[in-house]
């Protein structure tokens, strides 16, 4: 059976992303795109009070005015989150026109792209879709993942990230000994290791980590 979105991640990093609509839809889209530093512009009659605070604070540019045919081909990429379907359709129908991949809300036979749920611990994503078909259900996988991935995750996903670049550094051009060294990294136990150690002690145990020093015993789960 064939599916319609490919689970992809994008470089959103000083994209121009135009929403269309000032609910408290298009408010959920804004809160997700703040965190990937797109340039939000927002083009609605009225908005939530909200949408207001992020523009008053230059997060995002309003413009409080209706959508003007053709302006979505401009951006580079499109949202079309207004309670308006015709408007809806007019806008994903000028974002195709120059191959502006959009997302309409509820609407996934005119998106080229949907939002998946998801659940961030530094730079660890974890996301959840549905193929545009059930996402109630993604969002309630998003809470159960919660308790897979605690908070700590975060540290350890900031750790993480610290340790393979000493391990590219330090075994360049040795894969066998990267992936020893990433085998020890992952059978730690990092609850025990965060709830004990101090950072300048855990900095110099993955050091020793990296370099082989310090094995360290397996264990037959990782929570």
Not at 146 to 169: C, G, L
């Amino acid at each position: 059976m064939g599916h319609n979105f490919l689970p992809v991640n994008l470089k959103m990093q000083d994209k121009s992303c135009l929403i269309v609509g000032g609910g408290k839809v298009a408010l959920r889209k804004i809160n997700t795109l703040l965190d990937y530093g797109c340039k939000i512009t927002v083009i609605a009659p009225e908005v939530e009070q909200q949408i207001d605070y992020f523009a008053e604070r230059k997060f995002i540019k309003l413009e409080k005015r209706s959508y003007k045919s053709p302006e979505a081909s401009k951006y580079d990429v499109v949202i079309a989150a207004s309670n308006d379907m015709k408007l809806n359709e007019q806008v994903a129908d000028d974002a195709h026109t120059k191959n502006v991949p959009v997302n309409v809300v509820d609407t996934p036979r005119l998106c080229d792209f949907t939002f998946p749920a998801i659940l961030r611990r530094d730079c660890l994503t974890v996301s959840v879709s549905t193929d545009g078909k059930a996402p109630f259900l993604a969002g309630q996988l998003r809470v159960i993942l919660e308790t897979v991935f605690p908070e700590r995750w975060t540290k350890i996903a900031n750790i993480a990230s610290q340790y393979r670049n000493k391990v590219v550094h330090l075994w360049k051009g040795n894969t066998d000994e990267k992936i020893r060294a990433y085998e020890r990294f992952l059978n730690a136990d990092w609850k025990t290791i965060l709830q004990d150690m101090q950072a300048n002690e855990i900095e110099n145990h993955i050091d020793q980590m990296a370099e082989g020093t310090l094995e360290l015993p397996e264990q037959d789960s990782k929570d």
